[in-house]
């Protein structure tokens, strides 16, 4: 178990990220190919992406292996030196410019040596390691090249084609999230974090194979919803790093698929956005709404928004998550585009 102890100044200092973070994405989801269990939810991704796996993606499960220790070095934390414009893009369009993802990249390789050749001793003590990792550790040019070479095509083969939908399910969490922290403050956030994690002030109990007690002492902690974290929340080994805890978001409404990259299909759905209602629907899921609320609120019946959050979901533009019996719908960022760029109101 994992126990995350507040002090008296880190309630204050609780965060929900705003968005996905790629190498937490990249790494956790190295991870999860490895494995087995979850195929409800991963299963269509890993055939399609173990069919194209490159020979030098393949070198990172080395690197993260589906249990135990994995190096911190590899998801650091960045601050995004992105430019407005560029944020604005990312907003407008759910693309990622790729200056984040660079600069991420350039943060792994440029890791302390020492730090580098410490982290990589602890993976060699508890597996066995094939013998390019002892140049890595080394902090040899040529190996970083090849690290820096796996992480991009990594990146470009198993991520970045359902990005899309990463981002969509990541931002349909933090709505649940903030709703929880308006509805019930700090204390509700953190309690409304389960089933893994119970919240017995001061201090968070986390499901982890792992036993390990992070102490924050002032530092605030970052929650870090994740598409590829599985099955259980992680965090950072070294408890010296600045605190973050990253955990799985659902996935009982939608699956990664090969449907992402399928434009045809989503052109075929995007014909069927026609009348007020759904519009007003896509509106109201900018902001995270439920099928009863929304009816209310539109004037008509439970099962007329429910057809037109399928249809919306089947073009891409909102998704659907559910906990506890409750149910969400959110607008993807393609939804929200739509909305700006129709000049479609917010609903009152």
């Known amino acids: 178990m994992l126990r995350v102890v507040f002090g008296p100044d880190d309630l204050a200092r609780v965060r929900v990220a705003a968005g996905p973070d790629r190498m937490w994405e990249i790494a956790n989801s190295v991870q999860t190919l490895q494995?087995?269990?979850?195929?409800?939810?991963?299963?269509?991704?890993?055939?399609a992406v173990r069919a194209r796996l490159s020979r030098e993606s393949?070198?990172?499960?080395?690197?993260?292996?589906?249990?135990?220790?994995?190096?911190?070095?590899?998801?650091?934390?960045?601050?995004?030196?992105?430019?407005?414009?560029?944020?604005?893009?990312?907003?407008?369009?759910?693309?990622?410019?790729?200056?984040?993802?660079?600069?991420?990249?350039?943060?792994?390789?440029?890791?302390?040596?020492?730090?580098?050749?410490?982290?990589?001793r602890r993976l060699a003590a508890e597996r066995e390691t094939p013998g390019w990792m002892g140049a890595l550790a080394r902090g040899d040019a040529e190996a970083l090249r090849a690290l820096g070479a796996a992480i991009r095509a990594y990146q470009a083969e198993a991520v970045a084609?359902?990005?899309?939908?990463?981002?969509?399910?990541?931002?349909?969490?933090r709505v649940d999230r903030l709703r929880a922290l308006l509805d019930g403050g700090v204390d509700g956030l953190l309690a409304g974090l389960g089933p893994q994690m119970r919240w017995r002030?001061?201090?968070?109990?986390?499901?982890?194979?792992?036993?390990?007690?992070?102490?924050?002492?002032?530092?605030?902690?970052?929650?870090?919803?994740?598409?590829?974290?599985?099955?259980?929340?992680v965090s950072l080994a070294d408890a010296g790093l600045p605190p973050v805890l990253v955990y799985p978001v659902r996935h009982d409404a939608a699956r990664p698929s090969g449907a992402d990259d399928a434009r045809t299909a989503r052109d075929a759905a995007l014909s069927a956005l026609l009348g007020p209602v759904r519009a007003a629907v896509l509106v109201a899921a900018c902001t995270g709404c439920g099928t009863g609320e929304t009816a209310r609120r539109l004037g008509v019946?439970?099962?007329?928004?429910?057809?037109?959050?399928?249809?919306?979901?089947?073009?891409?533009?909102?998704?659907?998550?559910?906990?506890?019996?409750?149910?969400?719908?959110?607008?993807?960022?393609q939804g929200r585009a739509l909305v700006r760029s129709a000049g479609v109101g917010t609903l009152q």
Do not use: M
């Open 201 to 233: 002030p001061p201090v968070l109990e986390v499901a982890s194979p792992v036993r390990q007690t992070l102490r924050l002492e002032g530092r605030g902690l970052v929650l870090q919803p994740s598409f590829f974290c599985w099955p259980a929340p």
């Open 35 to 47: 494995r087995r269990d979850g195929a409800r939810a991963f299963g269509d991704w890993r055939g």
């Open 161 to 173: 084609p359902y990005w899309p939908r990463v981002r969509a399910h990541v931002e349909a969490d």
């Open 301 to 333: 019946s439970n099962p007329a928004v429910s057809q037109h959050v399928a249809v919306l979901r089947g073009a891409g533009l909102l998704i659907t998550v559910r906990d506890a019996g409750r149910t969400l719908h959110v607008a993807t960022p």
């Open 58 to 120: 393949r070198r990172l499960a080395s690197l993260l292996p589906p249990r135990g220790y994995s190096p911190d070095f590899l998801t650091p934390t960045v601050t995004s030196a992105t430019s407005p414009a560029a944020a604005a893009a990312v907003e407008a369009t759910g693309e990622d410019s790729g200056k984040g993802f660079d600069a991420a990249v350039d943060a792994v390789l440029s890791t302390p040596r020492t730090r580098l050749a410490a982290e990589l």
